[in-house]
């Protein structure tokens, strides 16, 4: 019997051609489990160089010696002054403790420490920034601006708090002319708490636009983190509460002056001729009578601590809200 395409195969040439069928079948399946093997390997090979890279920076970062500090912030603040210019300071050596410098004479000085991921602190800058602005044009007042880092949980892993602490470090040493619009255009383009934060390059970004001067310095210093270990001595300072020339040296100052038991502390903590502003950040003309009426007649007590002994070392748990 034939078939219309031709003979049909015999009973051994079916048998041959399904061996040979299922041959093929076998090295293809080989093939395709030998490049599925490299792929995965290779995968694998992967991960384990990017596990061993992020290792190996926590570990660098971990075991680096502190640094010194910015230059123009050797009390850990910079001051800001007429014509929006800095007071110049050495930098603080590494290790060294910082100590308050004196306000200038017949100005009102006035000092924030705030954190550049902090809303309550942008608020601040909204409602009273201009006011702010105005009196340090005029030569009425000095403003001394500390970043500190304590919402770096609110910024997905990114230590976004942290960059920016260190990325006005590195204005204030490369190009401390220029901080105060730095500082403004990062609250100008606030990051909402619980994205990822502005990037290194934005932050680069923001310190290009504020026309500062040594850019490359200062992209340098943002991109290897050069100023982290300061940033994190600085906020352990700020945390211990204890504020040279002021009315607050614990967080039980801090909880009296707030008339509430357990305020603590947090950012922004905004102070007066050394006087604590316990209003509200959103109110302006309440803000306003508060620098007219603390004026230049407040002279602080100083700090409680008794001679001989260490000053406190615990760690507060930080807020980020100030009512």
């Not at 384990?48 to 010194?68: D, M, Q, Y």
């Not at 009390?75 to 007429?82: A, L, P």
Request: net charge positive; charged share 15%; glycine share 8%.
């Amino acid at each position: 019997m034939s078939t219309a395409g031709g003979p049909r195969p015999s009973k051994n040439e079916r048998r041959d051609a399904a061996r040979e069928k299922a041959r093929e079948q076998r090295l293809r399946q080989q093939r395709r489990e030998r490049r599925n093997r490299i792929v995965l390997q290779a995968g694998i090979g992967v991960v384990v160089l990017a596990i061993v890279a992020i290792v190996a920076v926590v570990l660098v970062n971990s075991i680096r010696p502190p640094g010194p500090g910015p230059k123009n912030m050797a009390d850990n603040g910079i001051v800001i002054t007429k014509g929006l210019a800095a007071e110049t300071s050495g930098a603080l050596a590494a290790g060294a403790t910082p100590s308050q410098r004196p306000a200038q004479t017949g100005k009102v000085a006035i000092r924030t420490y705030e954190d550049y991921g902090c809303p309550i602190c942008g608020q601040f800058e909204q409602t009273n920034g201009t006011y702010v602005k105005g009196l340090i044009e005029g030569g009425q007042a000095t403003l001394q601006i500390y970043p500190v880092s304590i919402l770096d949980r609110e910024f997905q892993g990114t230590k976004y708090s942290t960059r920016a602490a260190n990325a006005a470090a590195a204005v204030a040493n490369f190009a401390p002319n220029q901080y105060y619009a730095f500082h403004s255009l990062l609250y100008a383009n606030q990051p909402a708490e619980g994205s990822s934060g502005l990037t290194d390059d934005q932050l680069i970004g923001y310190a290009k636009q504020a026309k500062v001067t040594n850019l490359a310095a200062i992209t340098n210093a943002i991109k290897n983190q050069q100023y982290f270990s300061w940033v994190d001595s600085a906020t352990q300072r700020f945390l211990k509460s204890n504020f040279a020339g002021t009315d607050v040296h614990s967080e039980a100052d801090i909880n009296k002056l707030l008339n509430n038991p357990s305020a603590g502390i947090g950012t922004p903590m905004i102070f007066v001729n050394g006087k604590y502003y316990t209003g509200s950040v959103a109110n302006a003309a309440q803000f306003k009578s508060f620098v007219l009426s603390a004026g230049a007649a407040f002279t602080p007590t100083p700090s409680p601590t008794p001679a001989g002994s260490a000053a406190p070392s615990s760690t507060p748990s930080p807020t980020a809200t100030k009512k």
